[in-house]
């Protein structure tokens, strides 16, 4: 997957190392460009595996695993429901697989031998695409096709020669944001960790030498991780108020929340 | 254009199909069950609270309740005791009255009995009289009178003397 034309440093990771180990081999030679997804899938089936110890024997008094595990479903749902109101508990599952899913991508580039699936833009605009579609999803459900179309011309309307033009404006403006959030989204997680990983392999590069540094970019590492993956979630829940309670806004005139 | 080089149509079908795998796995592992039970633990530490709050509230219910209840036993015991005082004090007073009266009654017939006893021992005075009287006469006539002139002499005299 490298950058078009340019050689990079990367640091070695299992799949790398594999290909690099059986060069003739037409499995490994099929498997390699599916480093990705191969470490998506091992990331996936960790949560699955945590989700399911810490829910299997839910008890109302908890313990351990339980007790840590609600402690991140409170906090998402707290979060959650703070921006979208009552209604926003339909979506806490929803945000919150992202906010964990993106959070352990995003740590495994510390981990040796693992790389980010996430500075794969690939990886990212999957997620993006899931977003944008949930939120077309959620409002169409919300307020109908029709209404959703209406919601997208936008209020301020009804004056004389604006009656068709600004709603049609504003409508092809509101398409065109639309459209470009997963792209903004996708582009600004991969572009984080991506960069994240690239500085980590050339300060491994410089050897002993490099040590402090590297030591010191792995915790900045760390930070970005999880700052990235509150924003990815942070600007999803913000595309679902913003699709779901404009309506709301203009009808009760209240002021947003 | 160079940017979407970086795109694998393949990969990015594959990545929505194992976070879509992840979502519904995680939903019903872990979001389903521990939300519900985050609402359970919620209401029941809610209903908990009001639990105590209604007990703490029919406490200061009852406690003001006993409060009052003794307060007023509390007086009527005390009008209890005043009234029962004040009886003591009639009855005594009464009392006081009445063996005064009986005292008094007692000295009465005492005063009765004294004349009674007075006039008993005049009369019998008057006889021991009549009878020295006609014995010294006896003696001093050396004639005897029938008795009964005797008698009425003496009496006749001492009518006089009672007449005196």
């Known amino acids: 997957m490298g950058e078009a034309g340019v050689i990079q440093p990367e640091l070695p990771d299992f799949f790398a190392i594999l290909a690099d180990k059986f060069k003739g081999n037409i499995f490994i030679k099929w498997l390699y460009p599916w480093e990705h997804v191969g470490y998506s899938l091992i990331i996936i089936f960790l949560l699955s595996l945590i989700a399911y110890l810490a829910g299997r024997k839910a008890k109302m008094i908890p313990g351990g695993l339980q007790n840590a595990v609600e402690a991140l479903v409170a906090g998402v749902d707290d979060f959650v429901c703070g921006l979208l109101g009552p209604k926003g508990r339909r979506y806490t599952p929803f945000i919150g697989t992202l906010f964990v899913y993106i959070l352990f991508m995003n740590l495994s580039g510390i981990i040796p031998f ?5 500075s794969s833009w690939s990886t990212t605009l999957a997620l993006a695409l899931c977003v944008f579609i949930y939120v077309q999803y959620a409002a169409i459900r919300e307020m109908g096709f029709l209404g959703y179309l209406d919601h997208l011309a936008g209020k301020p309307r009804g004056v004389m020669a604006f009656i068709f033009v600004l709603p049609l404006l504003m409508f092809f403006l ?3 944001a639309e459209l470009i959030r997963p792209i903004s989204l996708s582009l ?5 960790i991506w960069g994240d990983d690239l500085l980590l392999a050339v300060l491994a590069n410089f050897g002993i030498k490099g040590l402090p540094l590297l030591l010191l970019n792995m915790l900045m590492g760390i930070l970005t991780a999880v700052v990235q993956t509150v924003v990815f979630c942070l600007l999803s829940t913000i595309y679902f108020t913003l699709a779901l309670t404009q309506e709301e806004e203009t009808h009760e005139t209240k002021s947003p929340a | 254009m160079e940017l979407l080089k970086l795109l694998n149509t393949s990969e ?4 929505i199909v194992s ?3 992840l979502f519904s796995l995680l939903r019903i592992f872990a979001w389903k069950p521990l939300l519900k039970l985050l ?3 919620r209401a029941k530490i809610a209903s908990g609270f009001k639990t105590i709050e209604e ?4 406490m200061e219910n009852l406690k003001a309740e006993y409060q009052s209840r003794l307060d007023g036993a509390t007086a009527e015991a005390q009008a209890k005791i005043k009234e029962a005082v004040e009886e003591g004090k009639k009855l005594s007073e009464e009392l006081k009255k009445s063996a005064y009266r009986d005292a008094q009654k007692i000295i009465d017939n005492a005063r ?4 009674f006893e007075l006039s008993k021992a005049k009369d019998e005075l008057k006889d021991k009289i009549v009878e020295l009287s006609i014995s010294a006469a006896e003696i001093v006539i050396q004639d005897r009178l029938t008795e009964k002139e005797d008698r009425k002499i003496v009496k006749d005299f001492l009518d006089k003397i009672d007449t005196i």
Do not use: C, G, W, Y
């Open chain 2, 19 to 21: 976070f879509l795998l």
């Open chain 1, 114 to 118: 693992m790389k980010p699936s996430t």
């Open chain 2, 112 to 115: 009765l009995d004294i004349k």
């Open chain 2, 39 to 41: 609402d359970e633990r």
């Open chain 2, 55 to 58: 007990a703490r509230q029919e």
């Open chain 2, 12 to 15: 990015i079908v594959a990545q």
């Open chain 1, 188 to 192: 600004r997680l991969r572009s984080n």
């Open chain 1, 174 to 176: 509101h398409v065109l």
